[in-house]
């Protein structure tokens, strides 16, 4: 029996882009309980192209915890206004030169 042809993010539509939204939403989250932020962002980003190409009835069909992540909580991680990485951490006080 041949394998089935998986669909492109572009040919996706209906009720298989609300599935793969949700889907990518909360592989994401699981990449971010696990602290693989890389990975986490970059899941969040195909999730976040998935659903902003979702009509707003299609919206309310992703549980609300997940639309609560992508847009609110996600943001303060991973939005433009994010502090950098390495910025918030104390230098080691090396010993003063001999």
Not at 69 to 94: D, N, V
């Amino acid at each position: 029996m041949p394998r089935k042809r998986k669909l492109s993010d572009d040919e996706l539509s209906g009720p298989a882009l609300v599935k793969e939204t949700a889907r990518r939403i909360r592989r994401a989250r699981t990449f971010w309980k696990a602290h693989r932020n890389g990975a986490c962002r970059r899941e969040r980003e195909r999730a976040l192209s998935l659903y902003n190409r979702l009509t707003e009835s299609e919206r309310e069909l992703i549980p609300q915890v997940l639309r609560v992540w992508l847009r609110y909580r996600s943001e303060k991680y991973f939005g433009e206004r994010r502090t950098p990485p390495g910025t918030g951490r104390r230098q080691k006080k090396r010993p003063p030169p001999r």
